[in-house]
């Protein structure tokens, strides 16, 4: 059974910095295309970064690119997600998720995670001016 556990969010002042984690388990990293995204209130979700099954580069939304780093730690099933220069538009849920066939990282944001099954429980990050 594949599991992913978030860590990190919280609230913080625009400017600053939070590290996202998602350690995963049950599955091997390397097999599967690995993104983060985040849904804000009453907005769709998006991909905020991405890893395709393929690797190569990874694969930012345009409003993060500069800002966020993705990472991954593969001894620890770990990826990480660093955000800074933190802004109230970055406000939102985020979530990690893992699918088996997309095998680019502008696809696995692009499709914004739909028919993706396999997540992260969620982190809030909160931004305030």
């Known amino acids: 059974e594949i599991q992913l556990v978030q860590s990190g969010g919280g609230s913080v002042q625009a400017g600053e910095s939070l590290r996202l984690s998602c350690q995963g388990s049950?599955?091997?990293?390397?097999?599967?295309?690995i993104g983060w995204f985040r849904r804000a209130p009453y907005q769709t979700r998006e991909g905020v970064a991405c890893?395709?099954?393929?690797?190569?580069?990874?694969y930012y939304h345009p409003s993060v690119r500069g800002r966020f780093t993705f990472s991954s730690d593969d001894a620890r099933n770990t990826v990480y997600l660093q955000m800074d220069n933190l802004k109230p538009e970055d406000t939102a849920e985020y979530f990690c998720?893992?699918?088996?066939?997309?095998?680019?990282?502008?696809?696995?944001?692009?499709?914004?995670?739909?028919?993706?099954?396999?997540w992260g429980e969620g982190t809030q990050v909160t931004v305030s001016s």
């Open positions: 998720a893992v699918d088996p066939v997309v095998l680019t990282s502008v696809a696995l944001c692009a499709n914004k995670g739909y028919g993706v099954d396999d």
């Open positions: 890893l395709g099954k393929s690797r190569g580069q990874v």
């Open positions: 049950g599955f091997t990293f390397d097999d599967y295309a």
